[in-house]
Nanobody, 121 residues
Framework: QVQLVESGGGLVQPGGSLRLSCAAS????????MGWYRQAPGKQRELVAI???????NYADSVKGRFTISRDNAKNTVYLQLNSLKPEDTAVYYC???????????????WGQGTQVTVSS
C-alpha cells in the first residue's frame, strides 16, 4: 500500500506565500517523478510543476518565476513553494508521484487527496 498525504494549503491574501508538502509512505522501493497539479472550480486539472528523481524541473508558464518545486528523497517528500500568489491560483492542489512498490515491483502513479489553496483579500 502506498499513500500520499498533502499539507500546507489555506487562505492567503494576494501577493502572499504558502508552502505545500506531500509525503509518500508505505511499501516504496523507488520514487520517480513527483509533481503538483491543480484544479479550479469548473476547470480541468492542470500540471503546475514536476521534478524528476534527478532534480530536473518543469513548470507551467502561468507559475514560472513564482512557484518552486523541490524534493527531499530521504523523506520521500515533495514541496511546492508558492510566492506572489494571485486570485487565479485558487484551486485544489494535488500531489502526484510515480512510485515502484517494494512488495511486487509494480510501478504506478499515485495521487494525494488534495489541499485547498484560496487566494483572496
Amino acid at each position: 500500500q502506498v499513500q500520499l498525504v498533502e499539507s500546507g494549503g489555506g487562505l492567503v491574501q494576494p501577493g502572499g506565500s504558502l508552502r505545500l508538502s506531500c509525503a509518500a509512505s508505505g511499501s516504496i522501493f523507488s520514487i520517480y517523478a513527483m509533481g503538483w497539479y491543480r484544479q479550479a472550480p469548473g476547470k480541468q486539472r492542470e500540471l503546475v510543476a514536476i521534478i524528476t528523481s534527478g532534480g530536473s524541473t518543469n513548470y507551467a508558464d502561468s507559475v514560472k518565476g513564482r512557484f518552486t518545486i523541490s524534493r527531499d528523497n530521504a523523506k520521500n517528500t515533495v514541496y511546492l513553494q508558492l510566492n506572489s500568489l494571485k486570485p487565479e491560483d485558487t484551486a485544489v492542489y494535488y500531489c502526484n508521484s510515480r512510485i515502484q512498490r517494494a512488495t511486487d515491483s509494480n510501478i504506478a502513479n499515485y495521487w494525494g487527496q488534495g489541499t485547498q489553496v484560496t487566494v483572496s483579500s
